[in-house]
T-cell receptor
Framework: ETGVTQTPRHLVMGMTNKKSLKCEQH?????MYWYKQSAKKPLELMFV???????ENNSVPSRFSPECPNSSHLFLHLHTLQPEDSALYLC??????????????FGNGTRLTVT | AQKITQTQPGMFVQEKEAVTLDCTYD???????LFWYKQPSSGEMIFLIY??????QNATEGRYSLNFQKARKSANLVISASQLGDSAMYFC???????????FGKGTMLLVSP
C-alpha cells in the first residue's frame, strides 16, 4: 500500500452532479489536508483536519464539503460545481498536525474536470 | 502573510550537470520552515528536503542540497549530477507561524536532457 491513496484518479462531472473524492493514509498520521492545484497557480490549501477535527477552512465555497470520519480517511464532497473548479485535488497527511515535525505526504491527486 | 516566489517557470539542464532552482520567501515570523517538493507527471508531490529557520547548516539529502541565505530570504535548491528522472515540477514551500500548513510557490519545471 502506498502512503496516501486517492480515488478516483480522474473524474469528469457536470455542474449539477454530486460526487465525492476519497483519501486514505496508511502512515499512522493524525492530520490530513485537502489542497487544490490549478494551472499556473500555487497550490491552495482548502481544509485541514487534526485528530478528525477541522482546524482550518481556507475560505472555500460551500459547494466543497469535507468529511473526516477518522484519522485515516478524508473525503471531499462536491456538488453544483463550476467549470473553474476543474483542477488537481491533492490530499496530504502529516504527523502531529505540524509540518515542522514531519513533512506532508501527498497522494497522487484526483484530476477533476467540471463540464 | 507568507509568500513564496519562484521566478523560473522552466529550467533546462543536461544529464550529470548541476542545477539551481531559485526560491525567495517573505515572512514576518522569526521561526519558520522551508521545504522543497518534486511533482512528476504522475501528480504525486514528493518531499525532498527541509530547512529550519534556526538551522545553521544548509540541509542536504543525497543529491539535493538547500542553499539557505537567511538575510536574503532565499532557499535555493541545488541538484547535483542531474538524472533524467529528475525531470518534474519543483515547488518551494514554507510553514506558517503555527507550523500547521504550507504555503507553496508556483513551481519550476525542470527538464533534464540526455
Amino acid at each position: 500500500e502506498t502512503g496516501v491513496t486517492q480515488t478516483p484518479r480522474h473524474l469528469v462531472m457536470g455542474m449539477t452532479n454530486k460526487k465525492s473524492l476519497k483519501c486514505e493514509q496508511h502512515l499512522g498520521h493524525n492530520a490530513m489536508y485537502w489542497y487544490k492545484q490549478s494551472a499556473k497557480k500555487p497550490l491552495e490549501l482548502m481544509f485541514v483536519y487534526n485528530f478528525k477535527e477541522q482546524t482550518e477552512n481556507n475560505s472555500v465555497p460551500s459547494r466543497f464539503s469535507p468529511e473526516c470520519p477518522n484519522s485515516s480517511h478524508l473525503f471531499l464532497h462536491l456538488h453544483t460545481l463550476q467549470p473553474e473548479d476543474s483542477a488537481l485535488y491533492l490530499c496530504a497527511s502529516s504527523q502531529e498536525g505540524g509540518v515542522y515535525n514531519s513533512p506532508l505526504h501527498f497522494g497522487n491527486g484526483t484530476r477533476l474536470t467540471v463540464t | 502573510a507568507q509568500k513564496i516566489t519562484q521566478t523560473q517557470p522552466g529550467m533546462f539542464v543536461q544529464e550529470k550537470e548541476a542545477v539551481t532552482l531559485d526560491c525567495t520567501y517573505d515572512t514576518s515570523d522569526q521561526s519558520y520552515g522551508l521545504f522543497w517538493y518534486k511533482q512528476p507527471s504522475s501528480g504525486e508531490m514528493i518531499f525532498l528536503i527541509y530547512q529550519g529557520s534556526y538551522d545553521e547548516q544548509n540541509a542536504t539529502e543525497g543529491r539535493y542540497s538547500l542553499n539557505f541565505q537567511k538575510a536574503r530570504k532565499s532557499a535555493n535548491l541545488v541538484i547535483s549530477a542531474s538524472q533524467l528522472g529528475d525531470s518534474a515540477m519543483y515547488f518551494c514551500a514554507m510553514t506558517d507561524s503555527g507550523y500547521s500548513t504550507l504555503t507553496f510557490g508556483k513551481g519550476t519545471m525542470l527538464l533534464v536532457s540526455p
